[in-house]
């Protein structure tokens, strides 16, 4: 999808089958654990009570750095390998087809120079942080520990829900901006419980427990106005609402009602989804 929406934007020829084995192949080429010994690269070996890595995949269950804890990674190197792709081919350095060779076969000589220079590219930035002795995992997982341990605390969360709604009320998504980037967080947590831990914002604790309805936990909302609202336009609004919102889809009433730049909603729109997750979160 990103190299689509970087061929529209470049307005450029670029196949996202491509894009995405590129983005594959630049992200698989970071999963294992390298080091200098005797001024070579070699795999790392590792194998104690709390850690296993053989020949440098870390193993827990299957491979580590595939789970959760590589998303964040797999995002950056896809941006990194679809970027140079698109810039290759809008410079025109690529291996050029006849018009008579068929259009697949075309499409993968052109991704040929930028394959390598992406694959040299990801070489060099693994080879640079192996000489500092880390690599992008680690590099990563400096602000996603940082971000994980905020939403492990209850005062973390209701910061989280608080900027979440007040995107909403100046009209940004602010349930797509903020989830998008917690999801990785949520399955790690999710990860985490079923090793014994017990962290509260994990797998649908949002959508289960705190919005309830959509985002401002409207569902009690939308019910009221349903059906004793003494407005005709707001009982018509509630009742086509109704069965979305037990879905937790409320954009009929968030820009309907309207409860975006809409100062006498704000403050309930606030309260209601930091009351319900205070009341999951210690239960």
């Known amino acids: 999808e990103y190299t689509r929406i970087q061929a529209q934007h470049e307005k450029i020829d670029i196949n996202p089958l491509n894009g995405a084995l590129l983005s594959m192949m630049a992200f698989f080429m970071c999963i294992p654990e390298l080091v200098f010994k005797g001024g070579t690269a070699t795999l790392v070996t590792e194998i104690t009570k709390d850690n296993k890595i053989i020949d440098g995949y870390a193993i827990a269950g299957g491979v580590t750095r595939l789970g959760t804890t590589g998303i964040f990674t797999a995002i950056i190197m896809s941006i990194i390998a679809v970027k140079l792709y698109a810039w290759f081919v809008k410079k025109n350095i690529v291996v050029s087809m006849p018009d008579t060779v068929p259009a697949g076969v075309s499409r993968s000589f052109t991704a040929l120079i930028p394959t390598a220079a992406i694959a040299l590219t990801v070489i060099i930035i693994n080879g640079i942080l192996m000489a500092f ?83 401002g936990a409207t569902l009690g909302m939308v019910i009221f106005i349903a059906f004793f609202a003494k407005s005709a336009q707001l009982g018509a609004l509630g009742k086509a609402s109704v069965v979305p919102a037990f879905f937790n889809i409320n954009e009929p009433i968030l820009f309907g009602m309207p409860v975006v730049y809409n100062p006498y909603t704000a403050i309930p729109f606030f309260l209601a989804p930091m009351a319900s997750m205070s009341m999951a979160y210690f239960a």
Request: charged share 5%; net charge neutral.
């Open 133 to 215: 002795n880390t690599d992008i995992y680690k590099i990563v997982a400096i602000p996603f520990g940082f971000v994980t341990n905020l939403t492990s605390t209850w005062v973390g969360l209701m910061v989280v829900y608080f900027i979440m709604h007040a995107l909403w009320i100046v009209g940004i998504h602010g349930a797509t901006i903020v989830t998008s980037f917690l999801t990785p967080i949520v399955l790690s947590n999710m990860q985490l419980n079923q090793k014994g831990a017990n962290i509260p914002f994990a797998g649908e604790f949002n959508n289960c427990f705190v919005t309830i309805g959509g985002s």
